[in-house]
């Protein structure tokens, strides 16, 4: 070839993604599943054991769950800047020193001599693992084929659902062994070992493109002011928040209700409720197909009442019933979260990092805010007011998502 051949040589067609079965495919899933452990592993291990880590330091419920709303708020406010970084230096990068930095932290919890250091290390830990879920979705995004995106994006959201799941299922029985500090340094020794497997598996970016120049503050708010000026995106930020709100307070504060009579739960029995989330493991993967037919805002509703019907149900005095009610809660909050997160980064034009990051930070702000004070309606009035106080924060979500988003199927 000549020279001048060479010179007007058509330039390289723009990445395509890794296609459903592609070798890239499942390694880019994989990765993102350890990543998913490593992460929800953590952040949520000690929710099982509130019980415990009250008496042991003498506090009550609603400062217990503080341990939860610390680590949560410390990933609000980290998603954005993790967000800007990840622009700068990729999204694998960023990802990879965010679940090192998270389980140094992870590691340290367990040795906090008293509750306000545990507390801070929580709110550490949160932040460093803010650098995950603030990417995983645009990561996923640009490197899976649009066409394939919405059904990798319910596998990462059901993958999160066992990680949350075995980090509750491994600390209550080791805490009823040997207590809450035990229980949480076994699952940061996990974390650790999953975050190796982040690192080995995650294939090098294809369809990032880097942001050069221009990082001050000016450019900062011309990728934020986009997000935020879009009603269907708020609409979704409002699904986040609400939701996520509700749910993360059923899980703070059922295992209370269920150690103190008439039922006389151990810890290791009501670390069994967050079997739970392997009904959020298959809703999460079988709205995406779903939504394909009936349209996304038909399933995130129809998932939003699954979740009032699950609340209403574990009204009952009985423990099976109460279980049943539980299951179908969970089935309901994570089919509308895998709708809505999967949505936010489909309907983001630019900015796209910075919109899963608006989402992200909804999301953990509702936990922190709404799990805490959910708490003071629990200790105050019970768990039937906390049970409709709930329902009607469900309710405002449907109300939102009714009156702002598209309605019909999806484009892509």
């Known amino acids: 070839m000549s020279a001048n051949q060479a010179g007007t040589a058509a330039p390289a067609a723009p990445w395509a993604g890794h296609q459903l ?10 990765a993102l599943a350890c990543a998913g452990v490593a992460t929800f592993a953590q952040l949520y291990a000690v929710q099982g054991l509130l019980p415990l880590l009250s008496r042991d330091l003498h506090v009550t419920a609603a400062q217990a769950a503080l341990t939860i ?24 990068r960023t990802m990879g020193l965010a679940v090192i930095l998270a389980t140094i932290f992870g590691l340290l919890v367990p040795a906090a001599p008293n509750f306000e250091v545990l507390l801070a290390l929580r709110a550490l830990e949160g932040a460093a693992l803010g650098g995950i879920p603030a990417l995983a979705i645009a990561y996923l995004t640009e490197e899976i084929s649009p066409r394939n995106a ?17 980090g509750r299922l491994l600390a209550g029985p080791v805490a009823d062994l040997a207590g809450w500090r035990m229980g949480t340094l076994a699952v940061s020794v996990c974390a650790a070992v999953a975050a190796a497997g982040f690192l080995l598996l995650a294939p090098g970016p294809r369809g990032f493109v880097p942001v050069r120049g221009g990082g001050g503050f000016g ?12 009603k269907s995106l708020l609409a979704l930020y409002a699904q986040a928040f609400l939701l996520m709100g509700a749910f993360v307070s059923v899980y703070n504060y059922l295992g209370f209700r269920l150690e103190a009579p008439p039922y006389l739960l151990p ?14 493991t298959v809703s999460s993967r079988t709205v995406a197909g779903l939504a394909v037919r009936f349209g996304r805002r038909t399933l995130l509703l129809a998932s939003t009442a699954l979740m009032a019907v699950g609340l209403a149900v574990t009204l009952a005095p009985a423990l099976p019933v109460i279980l049943v009610g539980l299951v179908l809660f969970t089935a309901g909050f994570f089919g509308a979260h895998s709708i809505a997160s999967g949505w936010t980064g489909a309907m983001a034009t630019s900015g796209r990092a910075q919109a899963s990051s608006l989402y992200n930070l909804s999301y953990y702000a509702g936990s922190s805010v709404v799990g805490w004070a959910a708490g003071l309606v629990f200790q105050a009035v019970g768990w039937t007011a906390l049970a409709a106080a709930l329902a009607g924060l469900a309710l405002l979500a449907a109300a939102a998502a009714a009156t702002l988003l598209p309605p019909g199927r999806p484009r892509s």
């Open 219 to 230: 450019m900062v708010l011309a990728r934020l002011v986009p997000q935020l000026r879009n």
């Open 267 to 280: 810890a290791s029995a009501v670390a069994l409720l967050f079997l739970a989330y392997l009904a959020g």
């Open 150 to 166: 919405a059904a990798a994006a319910g596998a990462y959201v059901a993958g999160t659902t066992l990680g949350g799941l075995f």
């Open 21 to 30: 079965g592609s070798a890239g495919y499942r390694r880019v899933l994989a």
């Open 69 to 92: 709303s610390a680590a949560t708020m410390g990933l609000a406010v980290a998603v954005l800047p993790w967000s800007f970084v990840a622009d700068r230096v990729g999204r694998v």
